[in-house]
C-alpha cells in the first residue's frame, strides 16, 4: 500500500487522540488537514497562525512522537497557515511556510486608499457640525478584568483578552471574536480588553460601538453623501470594538464598509475585536469573504458557568456591594441558576432589594420565592442536558443509547430531535451542540434540524413527537 500524507497524518492522528483529552483533539486536531508528503516531509494545513503557534506550544512533543513513528528519525512537519504571507523562525522539527494560494486571494481583496487630503474628518460620534477629533471611547469603566471572573467556562477567551490588552494589534488574535449565548459576559469581556488598553496605552484611540449603531451611522453618512468620512473616520482608529456583529447579517451595504475597513485596520497593524452571540460558521446572511476574516484570528467561545465559578460570581458581587450573605444561600442560587450570569446577578440583587425594603431575614425560603420568580419571569433557558433527558425519557432509552454511533432509526429521530430542540431552545452554537450530543460535527445538526422540520410537515407520528416534546421542554 503506497504511503500519502493523508494516510501518514490518519496514523498520527489515531496515535494522538489515544493521548490527549478528546476535546483538545477536537479544538485542535480535527480542523488540521493533510496537504502533501515530499522527502519525509509532512505538510499539513492549518487555520491561522495563532492556531500554529498554540500546537508548537502546547502540542509539538506528541506531534514529533507520532510522525517520527511513522516516518522515522528524520521525519520533519510543515505547517501551511491559511491566509498568510509571514515566515517565522524555524524549528529544530517544524517549519512554517506561507499559503501558496495567498497572493492569489490577497489579489482580489480591494482596500479603500486613506485619503490625506481633508484634515478635518466627520466624527460620527460629535455634535454635527462641530469638527473635533477628539474620540471618546464609548467605554465602560466599570467593565474590568477584575471583575470578570476566570472559570473553565471562560478561560480561553478572558486569556486572550488579556493577551490582546498588554499588545493591541501585536498578537496573532486579531481579530479576537468573542462569541456565546445571552448573559454570559461578552460585551463585560469586550469593554474590559478596551478599559485595559486605555489604561495602557493613553496614546491609542480605542473605540466601542454596537453593530447596530455602526450600521445606523452608516446609513446617515449614506444620506448625507459622507460615506468617505465615515470610512476615513473608523480607518484612523487603533483599536476597534464591534458588539454584536451578528447584527450586520443581511445588511450588505454596511457588509461592505466594514470589510473596507477592517482590512486597513488589519493591514495597518489595528487591532479589531468582535463580539457575536454564534460562531463564525453559524452565521446566516454574512458575507464569505467576511466571514473568512472573522477567522483569521481567535474564535473564542464563552459558555455556561460551571458551579464553581457561578459561586465565585456571587461572591463577588456580594464583595463589591459590601453585603454579607450565608453560604448555604449562595450555594442554592448558584444552583438553581446555571445559564445566564446576568439572571445569575439579577436574583441576588433581587435577593438583597426584598430583604432590605421588607426588613426580612435572607432565609432558604427567601431565596426560593425569588429564585422561582425570576426564573419563572426571565423565562427559563433549557439546557442541552436537559434536553437530552427529557427526549431519552420519551422514548425510554438511556442517554448513551442516544448519543451512540447507531444507526438504528429510531434512535437515530431521537437524536435528531435532541439536536433540534438545542437549537430551537439553547443560544449554543451548532458546534456546541454536536459535540454535546454524541460528538458530531455542526454539519450532522444542521442535517438533523433539517430533517426534524420535513418530517413534522410529512409524518403525522413524528409531529406529534415534537408536540409533545415541546410541551414537556416549555413547562
Not at 524549528?91 to 481583496?109: G, L
Request: charged letters at 25%.
Amino acid at each position: 500500500m503506497s504511503v500519502t500524507a493523508q494516510s501518514v497524518w490518519n496514523n498520527c492522528l489515531e496515535f494522538i487522540k489515544d493521548n490527549i483529552q478528546p476535546q483538545a483533539y477536537k479544538t485542535w486536531f480535527e480542523p488540521i488537514k493533510a496537504v502533501k508528503l515530499t522527502d519525509n516531509a509532512l505538510s499539513i494545513q492549518v487555520p491561522s497562525k495563532f492556531f500554529y503557534e498554540w500546537l508548537e506550544e502546547h502540542y509539538v512533543k506528541i506531534l514529533k512522537v507520532s510522525l517520527t513513528k511513522e516516518l522515522g528519525e528524520t521525519a520533519k512537519l510543515v505547517y501551511i497557515i491559511k491566509m498568510e504571507n509571514t515566515y517565522g523562525n524555524k524549528q529544530p522539527f517544524t517549519e512554517k511556510i506561507p499559503s501558496s494560494n495567498r497572493s492569489a486571494v490577497k489579489s482580489q481583496e480591494v482596500d479603500v486608499p486613506f485619503n490625506n487630503k481633508n484634515p478635518e474628518l466627520r466624527n460620527p460620534f460629535v455634535i454635527p457640525g462641530i469638527r473635533n477629533l477628539q474620540i471618546e471611547s464609548q467605554l465602560n469603566p466599570n467593565y474590568s478584568f477584575e471583575n470578570f471572573l476566570e472559570g473553565d467556562s471562560n478561560r480561553l477567551a478572558r486569556s486572550a483578552g488579556l493577551a490582546v490588552a498588554s499588545k493591541p494589534g501585536g498578537t496573532s488574535f486579531n481579530p479576537l471574536l468573542i462569541f456565546g449565548g445571552v448573559g454570559l459576559g461578552k460585551t463585560h469581556l469586550a469593554h474590559a480588553i478596551g478599559v485595559d488598553i486605555k489604561d495602557k496605552y493613553p496614546e491609542k484611540t480605542v473605540l466601542y460601538i454596537s453593530a447596530e449603531k455602526f450600521t445606523q451611522q452608516y446609513i446617515d453618512a449614506v444620506k448625507k453623501n459622507n460615506r468617505n468620512d465615515f470610512i476615513h473616520f473608523y480607518q484612523i482608529i487603533d483599536v476597534l470594538i464591534i458588539d454584536d456583529v451578528q447584527f450586520l447579517s443581511g445588511k450588505s451595504g454596511t457588509q461592505d464598509v466594514f470589510f473596507h475597513i477592517f482590512n486597513h485596520l488589519h493591514q495597518n497593524g489595528k487591532q479589531v475585536i468582535l463580539t457575536s452571540d454564534k460562531a463564525p460558521v453559524d452565521m446566516q446572511d454574512i458575507e464569505q469573504r467576511l466571514l473568512s476574516r472573522f477567522k483569521w484570528g481567535l474564535s473564542a467561545e464563552l459558555q455556561n458557568p460551571d458551579f464553581e465559578t457561578r459561586v465565585s460570581i456571587l461572591k463577588n458581587k456580594l464583595y463589591r456591594d459590601g453585603v454579607e450573605m450565608p453560604e448555604d444561600i449562595i450555594d442554592y442560587v448558584a444552583k438553581n441558576i446555571k445559564t445566564n450570569v446576568r439572571e445569575l446577578e439579577g436574583a441576588i440583587i433581587s435577593l438583597i432589594a426584598q430583604s432590605s425594603f421588607n426588613k426580612k431575614e435572607i432565609t432558604i425560603d427567601l431565596a426560593k420565592q425569588i429564585v422561582e420568580k425570576f426564573v419563572k419571569n426571565t423565562k427559563r433557558e433549557v439546557s442541552i442536558d436537559y434536553i437530552q433527558k427529557t427526549v431519552s425519557e420519551y422514548f425510554q432509552m438511556d442517554i448513551s443509547t442516544l448519543q451512540s454511533k447507531t444507526r438504528k432509526r429510531h434512535i437515530v429521530q431521537a437524536r435528531q430531535l435532541a439536536m433540534f430542540f438545542a437549537k430551537k431552545f439553547t443560544k449554543a452554537s451548532l458546534a456546541s451542540i454536536g459535540s454535546q450530543i454524541g460528538k458530531r460535527d455542526h454539519a450532522t445538526v444542521l442535517h438533523a434540524c433539517k430533517t426534524v422540520d420535513n418530517l413534522s410537515s410529512t409524518d403525522k407520528q413524528f409531529r406529534k413527537y415534537v408536540e409533545d416534546i415541546t410541551k414537556k421542554l416549555s413547562i
